[in-house]
């Protein structure tokens, strides 16, 4: 599966449009992202991704690609709560999903509910009964005539579903009856809001510090299974960016002081300093939120990789370039640069780190990978990387990539990827 995501597609100049996206390596490809509204009869489109969501829906099938749409994100999760709350409103939105999919000749539909029973964006409806909710939905529109051969899925956390205590559910086993499989959305565990320069992506944590133990791809699958979700129905959330921040050299080097060789780990960062990411972070304006919340804006600090590339930190082979100091973390298996003249330290993933989870992936019998976003990777490096390690072949990884590096801003995305901070784990 790859997320297309639909605001690269539009405006006076589009970053990706869909005749971009390399379709032979896709089995499914879904268009991010519709939201859900107080009208449990509404699932809404921007005005812009209703002209553009045919053009994918046809470019998929020309190419024998299964077209889905992805309903909720970050910002789009507000009402999902609302709408499965009840089995009137539940029907209801049965029945508005199925004519979104009947609309645009959708093959399925993705569920990115960020979170049930668990606070997101800030100003989500939120309930105890929300995953249990959720799960009764699902089952409705599995057994829908609409329904039954659509392909379902659900991004979630690196934690199953919330229960109604808000701790994860000990047993989601139901959940692998309706659903096709979960993306396990296993980065942004590190950040800005971290105490230290971590892993955004990690595959391993144990063997780590026990304060620095913040979760990562081995501990995810480990939870979902022991819930009773089988790992062939698992696909891994892999990252094609990262997040810098600003290090001054005494912290950066291992020793102390720019004369040492070696990166230092999970260095401590200047807070409140946020570097600018690549040419596509948006310095955001203060202001209100949705939420109608004021934030005071600036940049999300995010590098894509191909932003990396871009920014000279990386080759156009996705080596290190001359001048930048390297560390890669065998036990979390992540690659760290640090760029002195700027100060800048940028943790993310490489051809090397998704080898490792790609293998990763093989020999746990995951189902696949999923990439998030979509214009991140530099000529297929990381794409190609994974899926080599893993053992898939085109037309049967599930990946979500869709290729190559843009050069032009895009707000939504940059907030989109940051505001993913906020995962429950």
């Known amino acids: 599966m790859s997320w297309y995501a639909g605001w ?27 939201t859900t509204t107080p009208d449990v009869g509404t699932i809404s489109l921007a005005a812009s991704d209703e002209q553009l969501l045919p053009q994918f829906v046809e470019l998929a099938h020309q190419n024998n690609v299964k077209a889905i749409v992805t309903i ?33 000749n959708l093959d399925g539909l993705d569920f990115d509910w960020e979170y049930p029973n668990k606070q997101g964006l800030g100003c989500n409806i939120i309930s105890p009964s929300d995953s249990a909710n959720f799960l009764s939905f699902l089952q409705a529109l599995r057994a829908a005539p609409g329904g039954r051969n659509l392909t379902l899925s659900a991004a979630a956390g690196i934690a199953p579903f919330a229960g109604a205590g808000g701790t994860p559910m000990s047993n989601v086993s139901a959940f692998a009856a309706v659903l096709d499989y979960v993306e396990v959305m296993n980065y942004d565990v590190w950040g800005s809001w971290s105490s230290a320069v971590g892993p955004n992506a990690p595959l391993a944590d144990a063997c780590a510090p026990g304060a620095d133990q913040q979760g990562s791809a081995e501990s995810a699958v480990r939870a979902w299974t022991a819930a009773g979700f089988p790992a062939g129905q698992l696909v891994l959330g892999v990252a ?32 409140g300093a946020q570097p600018m990411g690549d040419s596509w972070d948006a310095n ?8 109608g919340v004021y934030s005071a804006g600036g940049p999300t600090g995010i590098f894509d990789f191909w932003g990396l590339v871009e920014d000279g930190f990386l080759t156009d082979a996705g080596d290190v370039a001359d001048g930048i100091a390297y560390r890669y973390d065998n036990c979390s298996q992540t690659p760290y640069v640090y760029k002195p003249s700027t100060q800048v330290m940028v943790s993310f993933d490489n051809a090397e780190s998704l080898r490792a989870k790609g293998a ?31 053992g898939l072949e085109q037309k049967s990884a599930i990946v979500v990539q869709y290729g190559g590096r843009r050069r032009s801003s895009s707000l939504s995305s940059r907030l989109f990827s940051w505001m993913r901070r906020w995962m429950w784990r």
């Open 8 to 34: 690269h597609g539009t405006g006076s100049t589009p970053d990706f449009t869909p005749e971009n996206i390399s379709w032979s390596k896709y089995t499914a490809v879904s268009y991010t992202f519709a």
């Open 72 to 104: 909720g994100g970050w910002t789009g999760s507000q009402y999902f709560s609302s709408a499965v709350a009840t089995a009137a409103n539940r029907s209801a939105f049965v029945q508005t999903a199925l004519d979104l999919v009947s609309k645009y």
């Open 240 to 271: 094609a960016y990262g997040h810098s921040f600003l290090v001054e050299h005494a912290d950066a080097y291992a020793a102390g002081g720019a004369g040492a060789s070696a990166l230092a780990a999970y260095p401590p960062f200047v807070k």
């Open 284 to 291: 955001a304006t203060a202001g209100l939120d949705q939420c």
């Open 360 to 390: 990763y992936i093989k020999d746990t019998g995951l189902r696949g990978f999923a990439m998030w976003e979509t214009g991140g990777d530099y000529e297929d490096i990381l794409l190609d990387a994974i899926s080599g390690a893993a």
